[in-house]
Nanobody
Framework: QVQLVESGGGLVQAGGSLRLSCAAS????????MGWFRQAPGKEREFVAA????????YYADSVKGRFTISRDNAKNTVYLQMNTLKPEDTAVYYC???????????????????WGQGTLVTVSS
């Protein structure tokens, strides 16, 4: 089973940018669709972005479309989330997740996803 470790979170001013990374262990990374999710205090975990195993297809939540970009480098076993024009409502713990089925990453149920990272906190101040 692949293991995931997120990094790159921190405190940033509104309007700023952050780049999150999710490093995967294991030889089977390229076989997984990947996704980014976030959970703010008192709210349900929500979908942010997804990318197919080859990187050829990406999906975004309407709330981040045009501001966030998901990408992956299978040679480095890493998926990225570039976050620009950050808003206070983007404040959340961000998780990466992996599943062999892209349809599950995009459409859920999210609790059934095969592998989750531990999360990295993003705080956007106003």
């Amino acid at each position: 089973q692949v293991q995931l470790v997120e990094s790159g979170g921190g405190l940033v001013q509104a309007g700023g940018s952050l780049r999150l990374s999710c490093a995967a262990s294991g030889r089977t990374f390229s076989g997984y669709a990947m996704g980014w999710f976030r959970q703010a205090p008192g709210k349900e975990r929500e979908f942010v972005a997804a990318i197919s195993s080859t990187g050829s297809v990406q999906y975004y939540a309407d709330s981040v479309k045009g501001r966030f970009t998901i990408s992956r480098d299978n040679a480095k076993n890493t998926v990225y989330l570039q976050m620009n024009t950050l808003k206070p409502e983007d404040t959340a713990v961000y998780y990466c997740a992996a599943d062999h089925r892209l349809q599950t990453v995009v459409g859920g149920p999210y609790r059934s996803l095969e592998v989750w990272g531990q999360g990295t906190l993003v705080t956007v101040s106003s």
